[in-house]
């Protein structure tokens, strides 16, 4: 058997060493924007290969795909699916775990998903404008005693998934720093405007949301497009420093176990939440006519208006998330492959270990704003002390040169992983292990200690659990979803209703 | 007892962010524990240099004062401070920097004297290291106990760090994917929008710059010695200190009060505004009605904090005319926070019987202070302590009242929640922690 990959971060090497302990002990080739070390050790020791090239160019991937004669491809990221990979493979007649380009547009458009959420009343649904200039958007963030109180407390996002790049959250309750906050809101959105130039692909550019609070987690599923499988629960951290303090990226480690559900969540919110997933993909499949196949995964918070609430979609799995359940993962991971390729997905029973799960990822100091600062130095990681450690290495934003130096790629540098009975148990193996990973040239990088402490978790349960009692509150009173405003001069007025006719429209 | 905050943003647009506006609404927060000197920090949007502003007032005059500067900065630090000329300490070399200190550090001097040769112990460090968080830890393995500090270098670093017992306070809140927010009590956070999401611990070393934060664990014994005089008075009612609500603390020590010091009565009344939780609690335990016994006059001040006697009765008769309706004809408990030197309880005393109050029982929500604090607290000199000199019989007949009780110091350890040995109790005791133990 011969597996194709395409990708070269984190998530793709735990996909590559899950795929390679397959009972059908499968070539595996690869193909990545930068050489992977990890992965390519893994094409080496299957008799695969690694290719170094555009993983977002639907002719090369296919036509490598031909060439080498796989059984299936594995897409890892979400821009080879914006940019139409899966559909070239379909094409060609190659089956390819991957969200084709239609379908991926729960991911690509964060302004259609909520417009498809809305049009097909998928619950965990957020009030939200998109706007197409910075000047539309102004215009209406500016007024203040006029406007529905819900634009004064917002997420101001570019209108596409862009790298997890762009999200802002403005939080304006306090009127005498009202000042202070409208004019970081009328500023960044002219920076949405101006990082929006640069994708030409979606008619929307600024997408506004509705501010919620509670604990965020995310649902990663496998789909043949009838059968939606839940994986367990992962909570990703996605502020780039210690006590959830700034920059939003890509995640900068991630928890899960040692249940389906994470200790601070409960099962009911967990089957809620699958059963949101799975509506979006009945939703997504009936407006585009198109089969959905490969992995699909919500990215959640627990609200106290809707409780179960969809953040973001993804249409592949997460990084680090990944990590997490290919960890666990009892399955071939070949075996759901082939299910979800014949479409009989329904036939597998998806098994998980008991364990509890942390990875943390270490980045170079300028990830994530300033990634030509965090680009080109040599990195040095003691593998043997990793190991010794009982952790295990994921190389993520990593470039093997020909001559055998290591240089940093921009990104996240690698994660770590660790497992054991408990979170705790499992971040402090990590933290002693963390000093394996330095950069030759001593510049700096950066982790977070905090991941999957004590500390950390006692807050996300306190958190959790204060959302839960107003939710579980509203679900009495039959108030789930429900909004009410009142605009001096105007009346009492209905957000919802506004949205939805605004919708019809 | 300054309170202290650090404001420092993050990503595309931190320089959009103007610090002195979340310093101000802070530092009002903070003013409980201290208004005769405010002085703030900030650095240039554009210029990147750190300019100072001193004043011997209050935050709201003291911004009135400088708003004729061209006051802004996108990083910036802040200190209220109860004395007057105590402002943030600046060293000019080798490493520019700006620090605000809570506590007492143990170099020789005064408290300013003292952070300012810790300060320029930090500066030499800075320069002599090249990684500031080696620098950090390095001073604090070096330094006393008894302190914490939040500094501002030229280098937009922004150096936490609290010494290995943890006496004084330090938490730490976050806005959004933009803001870190480091301020001496959690109720500052609050007010600026900020979501409280953790503390620095005892011995930790937090060093912001503006691509990322890093932190460093003292990995020492289970010591700790948390200044008990936080929960009692220093502390605002809504803040969390060392992960425990103040609130939830002053409740228990009105029902330890009740429970070890029961006074019989008509009405509870507290002694605003340190001593309301006290009486509520103590009024429910007991089944005796609570009222509000005062009113206030002028904005609110802090009176214990004002320098002198006579300031100090002028704050405490101007805070507190009895509402004779209240307690005429009434036996009162009387609940206080604190008692130092006795004088302001005696007036407050004489007043409710000039009101009408029948007999008049005091209770005091903490232990006698019969000693100094070395951490910077300003306790008066020994000699005129009157828990310190005199017996609770005795004190009743000096303040003229029916009946005075303290509550113990294991019923304050009881209220806290948290075991003797990581507390600091030294004005209760006289015996204070010292680094060794760390």
Redesign the interface.
Known sequence: MKILGVGSGAREHAIAKKLSESRYNPKIYWIGENRNPGILRICERSGGEFIQGSTTDPEFVGSTAKRLGVDFVFVGPEEPNFHGVPDRLETLKIPCIGANRSVALIEMSKAEMRRLQWEYDVPGKLLFQTFRSAEEAYTTLQRYSETLTWLQNVALKPARQAGGK??????D??I??H??KQ??KS??VG?LEGYMRGYGDIEDKILVEENVWGPEYTLQCFTDGKTVLGMPMVQDN???????????TGGMGSISGPDMCLPFLTMSEYDESLRIVEKMVSAIQDKTGKRYHGVVAGQMMLTEIEGPTIIEMYSRLGDPEALNVLHTLKNDLVDVCLAIIDEKLSSINLEFEKKAVVVKAVAP??YP??RR?ATGHPVEVDEAKIVEGGCELFWASCDLKEDGRIISAGSRLVEILASGETLPEASARIEKVISAVRLAD?W?L?HR??IGSE??LK?RAELAERVRRLYLYRLEKGTVGKRVDWLPGVGKVDPVKMLREGLRR | MPGIMGFYP????RE???AS??LY?GLTALQGRGEACTSIALIDNESKQISVYTKNTHVEEFYKLISGNKVRGYIGIGQVSPSEDDGLVEVEAPIRLVLAGDGKPGYEGERGEAFRRLAERLSTLLAEK?DPLDAATQLISEASVGFSFIALTENEEMICCRDHLGVKPLE?????????IVSSESSALD???A?H??QIQAGEC?VF?P?????RKHNGSSRRAYCAFEYVYLARADSYINDIPVYTVRERIGEVLAEEKSAEGDVVIGVPETALPFALSYSYKKSIPVKLGFMRTGRHVRSALKPTQLERLIGVQLKLNPIRAAVDGKDVVLIDDSVVRGNTLKNTVLNLRRRGAKRVHVRVGSPAIISHCPFGTEVPPVDELIGRALSEDEIAGIIGADSFSYLSIDGLVRAIGLPKHMLCLGCFTGEYPSKEEA
């Not at chain 2, 806005?175 to 870190?180: A, E, I, Q, R, T």
């Not at chain 2, 691509?211 to 932190?215: E, H, T």
Request: no cysteine.
């Open positions: 762009g999200v802002k959250v403005v939080e309750r306090q005498y720093l000042d202070e004019r970081f500023k960044h920076w996605k502020n780039a420093h210690e006590f959830d303090i700034g920059t939003e100091k300028g704003d300033n600062l001593g700096g950066f200690s905090d500390e950390l807050r | 993050f990503g595309e647009g959009n962010w103007d506006r979340f609404y090249k730490v809140g976050a806005v959004g994917f933009d803001l870190g007010v600026v929008g979501t999401s953790g937090v710059d691509l990322s934060i890093r932190r």
